[in-house]
């Protein structure tokens, strides 16, 4: 093309905005008609893969994962994993373990209790030692914060010490936050600013889409302004079924509400919840060059 219209298209795409692309987030783990994880970052369109979920530790429990029908952990079925996880990671995709969930057993009790969990997850996912390793000797990327229940206490603690074994090898901790600021359960572990992302569930809560991006933008702006994290993502659901609210159509999505907070320092791209939904409908086929 001549030379003074691609310089054209160049300025317009720097004021525009268009040059720079967010990353698109993914839950991994919670049916088995998704597709096996290989697969799932096999389709390039993930930078960020989260294992979901351990929803049984703390307070002397024996830590439990539930992946589905994708495999038995209480038999060590789910050790296959291992090769899955390699896989994604060598195309790039940090694969990362959330904790908590929406129907779990989670409660830390002590500090004591924080250190414990944060032992067991370094040497039974992360970089550390274990005969009973559930992914074989895959190690994940880091940890993802999904505390939905329980008590908010500890948790600082917890992120703490994970981070602290980054001296051995990078843990990346991400969190998965309600978007009312600031969240009740993950207010404490979130405030030690440690976290390199944070999706907020923008579902499931009054402050989702409800017709006015400007909204959206504006609880956007409480979190990013006032929390500390290397980058936001946008928590949404990738299919009407995947949760009871919070739905926003892809063509709202692109021309509404990413317009207005691509624009702002720390985004980061958007989270979906979850694989499954996101195989029934496309979604983040129809999002991703707009992220
Ligand atoms: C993290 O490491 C520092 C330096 O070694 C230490 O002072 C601190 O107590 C550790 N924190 C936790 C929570 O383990
Ligand atoms: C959308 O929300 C913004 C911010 O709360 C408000 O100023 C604006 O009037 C609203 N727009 C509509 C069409 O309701
Ligand atoms: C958070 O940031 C907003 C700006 O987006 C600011 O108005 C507000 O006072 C800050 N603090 C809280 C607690 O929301």
């Excluded at 996880?85 to 373990?97: A, D, E, F, M």
């Excluded at 981070?163 to 979130?190: E, G, I, R, W």
Aim: glycine letters at 8%; aromatic letters at 14%.
């Amino acid at each position: 093309m001549p030379k003074r219209i691609f310089l054209l298209f160049l300025i317009l795409s720097i004021v525009t905005n268009q040059s720079y692309s967010g990353s698109i987030s993914i839950y991994w783990g919670q049916n088995v008609k998704e597709g096996t994880l290989a697969d799932t970052c096999t389709t390039g369109k993930f930078d960020y893969v989260i294992i979901a979920f351990l929803c049984v530790f703390g307070n002397n429990q024996t830590p439990a994962l539930d992946l589905d029908d994708h495999c038995d952990p209480s038999t060590n079925g789910c050790v296959g994993l291992a090769d899955d996880i390699r896989s994604c990671q060598s195309k790039k995709v940090k694969v990362l373990l959330s904790i908590g969930g929406g129907d779990g057993s989670y409660y830390l009790t002590s500090s004591d209790d924080a250190k414990k969990v944060a032992d067991y997850l370094w040497n039974n996912y992360l970089g550390g030692k274990s005969d009973s390793r559930p992914f074989g000797d895959a190690m994940l990327d880091g940890i993802d914060f999904d505390i939905e229940g329980g008590s908010p206490q500890h948790y600082d603690e917890l992120a703490r010490r994970l981070k602290n074994y980054s001296s051995a090898k990078k843990v990346y901790l991400t969190a998965a936050p309600q978007c009312p600021f600031l969240d009740a359960y993950m207010n404490q572990a979130l405030s030690t600013g440690i976290f390199d992302y944070i999706w907020m569930q923008f579902y499931n809560n009054y402050c989702e889409y409800k017709g006015n991006a400007s909204q959206v933008k504006a609880t956007w702006d409480r979190w990013t302004n006032n929390v500390t994290a290397t980058k936001f993502l946008l928590g949404l659901l990738a299919s009407p079924e995947a949760a009871r609210s919070g739905f926003i159509p892809k063509d709202v999505l692109i021309s509404q509400v990413l317009p207005l907070i691509k624009k702002t320092p720390k985004y980061g791209g958007v989270m979906l919840w979850s694989k499954y939904y996101d195989y029934l409908t496309g979604y983040s086929s129809a999002i991703k060059s707009h992220v």
